[in-house]
């Protein structure tokens, strides 16, 4: 039988099949004895205590790579694992001669039972405190209630949903793959898979309760579909596709930390695209050269005012800090009408790709455009900062653009503040760019492709409709003769010219990318490896 | 004793991550920290005591007791005003 899903993290993996049970652990025993009071008390103590750790340090490895919503979920669960009110409920209930492990579950239930009936909030926090509660008597039982915090056979895990708590229960290296009925790429399960370097194939939906009582399963992670009670022949097919795959990426790990150059000598900048401040470390760790576009919405997303200048120039200085010397390009602000700007008003438009976003909406209002400028400024007093605009159609606006960088520098040197030296540069993403290419290189000290703008703009082909995956190819004669025009416009002006779209990564596209006289190339941080390693063969 | 009163900041009231910060901030003072809404005081060092306890836009009061309970109430109520964590 086969289960088709979303390939949610990639890999392949055969393995025993594991299916954790569902529902609420039951206490075993409820009543003890006065002489049981001390050594239980401690043992309760003991059991919190080593729970709260295990949720901290899933919490923490969430947040170095990146997931700090994930990580906060976590946080949460350890201040309730650690809770002094909790605690001393369930010594009272111990010192009166019951259990740890029912106390715990007692004093879990009257906490949820308070929050279910506040609203629908505190409902899912609810779930939070059984949950803990729930993890406490487990292992003061010395047992899972789901059986996972106790499988010691190396298996691929079925079931309906996975929560934080029941991956976080899974010993280390003891998940071989996820399979789940419910979840998309985005799911908690699925970043924890990739978090973890295991294969999971999420939202299989109803095909999998056919499932649950397989015995072996065949998982691929990269194609996302799993077969239950493999034959032989899978068996071996995927035991080679596994092998295959060990040992390229014990391959591309020696690639991690080189500096690429092609045969010719020719040097290759292999850079990360950041998308905050949070991702800079794991970045640095897949061997980034440095950051080849940093975007700076999640500052201005998910609130109700505009960041302040002070805000935004701690998140620059992060990311500056971090890579020290290693280039960093911010590129400012681009958003247009499908996203809501607080105290900014848009109107709603028919094509927001189309619209008022980027560098028009930047020029139009000051107010947005002028703290940005500045927070730059002043960060690239810490590192080796670029600043970026998106959307340029013409040399006009990146004239305008310059004037209110100069004016920023002139405001904030005579009010004495600490600025740093920024390089200035277009993002090439309207053929309009590419075409004015040689215009806007004499104003610019390095270019940046954005390919996925360029190819949605060159090809009239919407970069999210399924009907026109073949129109969403930079491998196309029209937006090759772009990108071309645009660095021979570059190379004699004498700038370096980037690529920062996804194409940068994709190693049938680095080749002509490089031969058309691109150097630097910044994509999503696990790619850097294998580019380096396309650009090494060269 | 120290005491203050403020407005709760986060868009969900106190609950999540919100509120891990604010207990993990809570711990760092030896003294005696607690909230008080309507006539209710609750252990500031307690997640579960804290949760749900308030919404957006809604007074509390923070007293603390102890050799730091000046800094604690003014840090706390700083925190738990704030609208971002």
């Known amino acids: ?116 009936a506040m609203d629908e909030y505190m409902a899912a926090r609810a779930d939070d405190v059984r949950d803990v509660a729930g993890q406490i008597s487990a292992r003061l039982m010395g047992k899972g209630f ?18 934080p708590s029941d991956t976080a229960r899974i010993k280390e290296g003891i998940a071989l793959g996820f399979v789940t009925a419910e979840g998309s790429r985005t799911s908690h399960v699925s970043i924890m898979a990739r978090s973890m370097g ?30 239950v ?19 390229e990426r014990a391959v591309l790990e020696e690639y ?38 940093f975007r700076t919405e999640f500052l201005f997303m998910q609130r109700d005012d505009l960041p302040s200048e002070d805000e935004q120039y701690e998140a620059y200085s992060a990311v500056a800090r971090a890579f020290g010397e290693k280039p960093v390009i911010i590129r400012t602000l681009d958003v247009g009408g499908d996203k809501d700007l607080p105290g900014v008003d848009q109107a709603s438009e028919q094509n927001p790709f189309l619209g008022w976003r980027g560098i028009r909406m930047s020029l139009d209002t000051p107010e947005l455009f002028g703290p940005q400028l500045r927070a730059i400024l002043r960060a690239a007093a810490h590192g080796h900062l670029k600043v970026m605009f998106p959307m340029v159609a013409d040399v006009g606006e990146l004239e305008a653009a310059k004037a209110m960088l100069q004016e920023c520098l002139g405001e904030l040197e005579s009010e004495g503040k600490r600025v740093g030296e920024v390089e200035i540069g277009v993002m090439i993403e309207t053929p309009a760019a590419a075409i004015c290419a ?58 370096p010219v980037g690529v920062c779209g996804e194409a940068a990564g994709e190693p049938e596209m680095i080749p002509k990318l490089i031969r058309l006289g691109v150097t630097e190339l910044s994509m999503g941080a696990p790619s850097i490896p294998r580019a380096k390693k396309v650009v090494s063969e060269l | 004793m120290a005491e203050r009163e403020t407005t709760v900041g986060p868009e969900e009231g106190i609950h999540g991550r919100p509120a891990a910060q604010f207990i993990k901030a809570a711990k760092r003072f030896s003294s005696q920290v607690v909230i008080i809404k309507g006539g209710r005081e609750v252990n500031a060092k307690s997640v579960l ?18 050799e730091d309970a000046e800094q604690a109430v003014e840090t706390l109520a700083q925190l738990i005003s704030a609208d971002e964590h």
């Open chain 1, 1 to 116: 039988m086969k289960l088709t899903g979303i390939a949610a993290s990639e890999g392949v993996a055969v393995g025993p099949a594991f299916v954790p049970a569902s529902g609420r652990p039951e206490a075993e025993r409820y009543r003890i004895t006065q002489d049981e009071v001390e050594p239980e008390l401690q043992r309760f103590k003991k059991a919190a205590e080593a729970v709260a750790g295990k949720l901290a340090e899933t919490g923490e490895e969430l947040r170095v790579s990146g997931h700090e919503e994930e990580a906060g979920i976590f946080e949460f669960h350890v201040e309730m694992a650690e809770d002094p009110e909790l605690a001393s409920a369930v010594e009272e209930r111990i010192g009166n001669l019951e259990s740890p492990e029912a106390a715990v579950l007692a004093v879990g239930e009257e906490y949820a039972a308070e929050l279910a």
């Open chain 1, 438 to 495: 040689a215009g806007l290189a004499k104003e610019s000290d390095f270019f940046s492709i954005g390919t996925n703008d360029l190819v949605q703009y060159t090809l009239a082909a919407d970069r999210g409709h399924e009907r026109l995956r073949r129109l969403q190819n930079a491998d196309h004669p029209a937006v090759l003769a772009l990108i071309q025009q645009t660095c021979e416009a570059a190379n004699a002006a004498g700038i």
């Open chain 1, 198 to 227: 295991i294969p999971a194939v999420v939202g299989v939906g109803a095909a999998l309760e056919g499932a649950l009582g397989a015995e072996e399963v065949a998982l691929d992670g990269s194609e996302g579909y799993a077969i």
């Open chain 1, 146 to 163: 789901s059986g996972l915090e106790t499988l010691e056979t190396p298996s691929i895990v079925l079931a309906r949903s996975l929560a």
């Open chain 1, 256 to 293: 991690r930390h080189v500096e690429a150059s092609t045969g010719e000598g020719r040097r290759i900048e292999v850079a990360a695209n950041l998308g905050s401040a949070s991702e800079a470390e794991d970045a640095l760790e897949w061997g980034a050269e440095g950051v080849g576009l």
């Open chain 1, 229 to 247: 009670d493999p034959g032989e022949d899978t068996v071996a097919q995927f035991q080679k596709k596994s092998a295959a795959l060990i040992e």
């Open chain 2, 49 to 66: 005591k804290i949760t749900g306890l308030a919404r957006k836009g809604e007074k509390i009061t923070i007293r603390a007791e102890g």
